[in-house]
């Protein structure tokens, strides 16, 4: 078992096409196979992503208002112009917030389930059953059920609290305090992801041979350093990856903020602005301009995110 | 030592019980009352008189309601195993030939498949309906399977490409100086041992393509392919939003990957967790 | 190896099919003025009618009617989508009176006097001057929807009061008794999230103080602190900051208020509530532990009774529709008295479309009142003709949706504390300005 340290598998090996023999034409020396392999993906990705976020991107540098036509170019204009509106500058921050909060809960309880459930144990699949389960709920109903729970004047939490006598009144957890709110509103997204995160980290686990928990077990290692030495660096991949869903999961969140706090400027994400001002003031163009913003920002801390965590696995 | 580990575990999973159970027990709790009931003060932790009133508002009966339910329940179906499917087969090809073969543009044609990723949904929404619209596609099944795929397929990649690498590939070479072609490594030698990725990855696809809202909002008009998720959040009225039956259509809603992952359960315990480890 | 030519030539190829795609027209089919024999497909967020109207609508028109209920939020989403890709998705659809102004700009929908005898509706229909603008009307309303305000009479009369407050120096002062006689502890609702009912309930009480939110240019009219609207605002945050409002509602959203409060007895009143309520909701035993406590009040104004803010929802024709023809059929049809009536209950369970109470043609209302099925119908009706009158009366402006954000932002952060009222009015009024002037 190997663990290289190249990042998105980089790898050199010589490639099983003929070698090219005299008297071969051309297209016999190509090796079609890996082409006709990727082919549909290629298609499916060039022209239903591709092509659409180039229409995008392109379009971001031109005002595209219904209200206000003809569609022209403005340079930099949408860009201009939503660095200068105070209510997106403030999403911005709230969705860093979201980022941060969202990332860290969900990757550290995504690592914790899938150790929990790595091993064989009576009803295992039961509770893998259960723990995707929160990702099947429908968005609508999460935000309706968590708004019941969160609700400042008949929620649960509040019920709760008051029936085991640590609260004398209810309190609101929604709307009055900015940092508050936003974790409150970031748990609910946190409780919807974990699964895919837990799932992922798990899947990337099933490889891990018992003999090298046996061994080191033999060894006298305790169960945390194993944990810390064999299970944490060999889920690198799994990690990076559910990192990474979890960055796009949290910097895009729309409905929970939406539902459980409306448009408050104190804890709007940036994807509830970009609705606001595509769908309700028709700016299309600065709707593409936040889009293209959020894409390049996804792209930069992915790509950080994936050369610190993730590491080339082989066995 | 073992005892110690088994504790820790014990505790895992109460946690992740706890963490899934406790909002959904109050979601199966408000879906089993009035909402009269419900938004008590202080609230009610168990229905005072249960009544399956609303799921058979939801379900039962030729009412517009339920004829609508059970139409996008079939349509959600169909969509998202379309999609589970086409996605885990391209991207399974496509993976082994990243992880195994060179070929020019290899590396460009990767890092472009997962920088889609990157994309926001709202960026590519309107673009994709005008694409759709051109080729005639809106409210068909196809287009939405498409529009899934598309989006899918780079998760979808990344993961099998993962596991594929990191296999050991003294089998496939072992494969390979037995005479056997690549396509049969692929099939015999690849694949088998790839299962557990595969699984992950259609699980995984499966729920992406269950939750999805934004985009089958868009592409479906009518009954004839909305999914069960957008015809649940049109329960919400104008003026009142019926909170039990809400609760209840999301207690449906999530039944069935249950039910599906409980039937399933063999397939998925041999498939998903029996590891490479050999 | 991914060379920098590679990278090129592959952005290049994929620019070109980004030109060739855009390039191509929306798959633009010509719409067809058949009526007989098509199916048309009628997306509202209402259900439907129940199937044996529908069915004798196709049988007397031979127009099948392909229902879809999406929910409003949505279903704005869709509208605006649809139109900017240029694709159809409805042949008639939700016209709100809200977008009157921003789809009448748009040119997203027909004009219905082509298709309809607009001048004779508007008799029948106070509310139809809602949705004309520019000389055309876009939509025709088909429900009869205000703000009105609604009282707990049972929690009134533990607290004392018996006769109902006039003036809303009187609806406070009875509420304030209320509090203090610890029938509720918190007898007001006003839903101060961050949405739409917000900015309704604002108008409504604006309304109350007497006056008009913007002028016939969109110029605000609530910027004097003596302003009918400054007094408003400045009413309805010292509401909860006196405690009149609970306080959790600073989260909570119209219809979550109406539920979660109303209906369960733990506020008294609604000063801004929507029409209907009573008979939709708080009659409701499924729904409510009030029954037969709440009643409609005539808006306590200033000086004595004041008006309602109409807010009706409207149907339309969409620009993209395949047969406006058939669907113009379908609006009068949908729209006629008798049906209005049917469906609103006047008629038997068996005609009865969910969720619909307020007939817009005043025949149909007359008629659902004279068969004693309008749940508070005399008051209701009263209401209606005499004191229902329009959010604008120049018509919703074109930026709407972005002046209501405004609107529902900032008095929610002036409830929240982080903002005066003054500077929330201010921050009201300077969008308002930089909206009308077209910047």
Known sequence: MTVGTTALGERTEPSHSPSPRRGRTWIQRIDVLPYALVTPLALFIVLLALVPAGMTIVQSFYRVQPLDPPNRFDGFGNFRRLFADTAIRTSLENTALYMVVGVALSTVLGIAFA?????????????????????????????????????????????????????????VFLGQNRLLTIFAIEIVQVWQITPLSALLILAALQNVPDELY??????????????????????????????????????????????????????????????????????????????????VVTLVVSIGVVGLIYRQVEY | MFRKRSWGRRIGILVILGWSLVPLYWTLNTSLQNDSQISAKPAHYVPPTPTLHNFSSLLSGDGSIPTTVRQSTVNIFIECGAATIVTV?????????????????????????????????????????????????????????????????????????????????SIEEAGAVDGAGRMQVLWHIVMPLAIPGIISTAIITFLFAWAQFLFPLVLSSDDSTQPLTVVIAALQGRHTVPLSLLSAAGVFALAIPAVIAFALNRYIVSGLLSGSAK | MTSIRSVRAAAAGICVLTVAVAGCSGGGSKASTKTSGVTITVALATPPPPKAALAAFTKQTGIKVNWTNIDWDSLQTKIAA??????????????????????????????????????ALAKQMPQLSSFTNGGHV????????????????????????????????????????????????YPLNIPFAAAEGLSTYWYQTTAAFGGPILDGSGKPQFTSPSSPGYKAAEWMVDAIKQGLVPPGNINVADTQGQQTLMAKGNVASTFGDYSGNVGSLYDVPSSSSVVNQVEYLPTPGVNGVGPNMSNPDGIGIPRQAKYPNAAAKFIQWFTQAGNQADFAGANGPSKVMPGYFLPSQLAGLAELTQKGKLIGGAELAHLLKTSAKPVFPQGAPSWYPEFSRAVYTNLHAAATGSMSVGAAIKAIADQANSLASGS
């Open chain 1, 115 to 171: 150790v929990t459930l790595q091993r064989r144990f009576f009803g295992r699949s039961l509770v893998i059953a259960v723990l995707i389960l929160p990702w099947a709920l429908p968005g609508v109903v999460e935000g309706l059920v968590w708004t019941g729970i969160w609700d400042a004047n008949t929620g649960l939490l509040n019920s709760v609290l008051t029936s085991f006598h640590l609260i004398n009144h209810y309190h």
């Open chain 1, 214 to 295: 046996e061994s080191a077990h033999l060894d006298g290692c305790s169960p945390w350093a194993s944990f810390r030495r064999i299970t944490l660096p060999l889920a690198r991949p799994g990690i990076a990856i559910a990192m990474v869903q979890a960055l796009i999961a949290t910097l895009n969140v729309f409905d929970q903020p939406y539902v459980l706090n409306g448009a408050a400027p104190t804890a709007a994400s940036i994807t509830e602005q970009t609705y606001f001002v595509s769908f309700q003031n028709l700016d299309f163009g600065e709707g593409y301009a936040l889009s293209l913003l959020i894409t």
């Open chain 3, 138 to 185: 876009i939509g025709i309303p088909y429900d009869a929807s205000f703000l009105v305000t609604t009282v707990n009479k049972n929690l009134f009369a533990k607290a004392g009061i018996t006769t109902m407050p006039k003036t809303i120096a009187q609806y406070t002062d009875d509420l304030k008794q209320i509090k203090a006689k610890g029938v509720v502890q």
């Open chain 2, 89 to 169: 087969v391209l991207a399974t090809l496509a993976a082994y030939a990243f992880a195994r073969m060179t070929f020019r543009g290899r590396k460009l044609l990767f890092y472009a498949v997962l920088a889609t990723m990157a994309f926001p949904a709202y960026t590519t929404l309107i673009p994709l309906y005008r694409i759709m619209s051109d080729f005639s596609l809106v409210n068909t099944y196809t287009g939405i399977v498409l529009v899934y795929v598309s989006g899918f397929l780079p998760l979808a990649t990344w993961i099998l490409h993962n596991y594929m690498s990191s296999l050991p590939k």
């Open chain 3, 82 to 119: 649809a139109a900017t890709a240029k694709t159809y998705f409805a042949d008639a659809t939700d016209v709100d009176w809200s977008r009157v102004g921003q789809l009448a700009k748009l040119n997203w929908f027909y004009p219905m006097e082509s298709y309809v005898d607009t001048k």
